[in-house]
């Protein structure tokens, strides 16, 4: 009797594993962060930015209208996209990432980064055509800025913010490798910092968070690691798309001595679907 009790404890855990795994993975939830600007700018105000990572084509609603709306709502002052919105594979379309991403600039300016995704997809034509090519001027069309190791400064309530959106090799984002990336090559990629802005770096991969800070960002956004698929509350994600255990940033705000580091948990999944214990998430920044 003892051992079926058992038996059915175990199995009645798994099937609410397995129901609180397809709940997170039909939702998601506004996740706030309060930073604070000091020495940067001119006036005691706020500034509020919706940041989006890792959608992978993944509909909320009709046409998106659940996610639109509540991204609405907050009234954010810029919209800065962290790549990987899109699913990049042979066949497969962009559109739900398009007809999303299309509706932003009517609520406020978008700035986009590549993630691994996009960037394979752009450099990769022979396999996947001019899919990028097409999703990026209908999207630019829009009114999407796109930084490709590219930055540009924005006035905001007297902030003055540097944006700078970097794309490392392909190669940082191959399975079972371990590369290196530095901070001379983050400035040989996309210039150097800006000490006399809040520097703002939208870099998709979190694994090279050192090479970011030494670059010297103020504010780092990445993604990537769809919170570690599962994560152990209290602690951190357990995998990387890179199949490395236990990262280090993987869904949370740290502060690495002066530079905040914010890794959105993104708002699909890929290949593994699966969540658990980690709920997809928008991510809201209060720069103060």
């Given amino acids: 009797m003892e051992c ?14 397995f129901g609180e795994s397809m709940r997170e993975c039909h939702m998601f939830r506004m996740t706030h962060y309060c930073l604070k600007v000091s020495g940067k700018c001119g006036q005691d105000q706020e500034c509020k930015m919706i940041f989006l990572s890792d959608l992978h084509n993944k509909v909320y609603g009709d046409k998106n209208d659940i996610l639109l709306e509540s991204i609405r709502k907050e009234e954010p002052d810029l919209i800065l996209v962290g790549g990987d919105m899109l699913i990049g594979k042979k066949g497969v379309s962009p559109n739900a990432a398009l007809e999303l991403v299309r509706q932003l600039p009517k609520i406020a300016p978008v700035y986009y980064a590549l993630g691994n995704h996009e960037q394979r997809m752009k450099l990769k034509t022979k396999k996947y055509g001019n899919v990028m090519f097409h999703y990026k001027k209908r999207l630019t069309e ?3 800025r796109f930084l490709e190791n590219d930055s540009t400064e924005v006035l905001l309530h007297g902030i003055k913010l540097r944006l700078t ?21 983050v400035k040989g990629l996309a210039g150097p910092a800006d000490e006399a802005c ?5 870099a998709h991969n979190p694994a090279y968070v ?25 602690w951190r994600g357990v995998v990387t798309p890179q199949a490395a255990l236990f990262p280090k940033y993987s ?6 001595g002066r530079t905040a580091v914010v890794v ?19 991510v809201a920044l209060h720069l103060k």
Avoid at 4 to 17: E, N
């Fill in 4 to 17: 079926w009790k058992k038996i059915a404890a175990f199995f009645g855990t798994l099937l609410l594993l």
């Fill in 251 to 256: 869904g949370e705000l740290t502060m690495t």
């Fill in 210 to 234: 050192p090479a970011y800070k030494k670059w010297g960002a103020d504010l780092v956004l990445s993604g990537h690691l769809h919170g570690g698929v599962v994560r152990i509350p209290g």
């Fill in 198 to 202: 809040y520097q703002i770096l939208l």
């Fill in 165 to 185: 959106g970097l794309e490392i090799p392909m190669k940082a984002y191959e399975k079972w490798k371990r590369t290196s990336v530095t901070s001379s090559q």
């Fill in 264 to 282: 959105s948990k993104g708002l699909g999944t890929h290949t593994v679907n699966l969540r658990l214990f980690n709920p997809a998430e928008v």
């Fill in 142 to 144: 829009a009114g999407v």
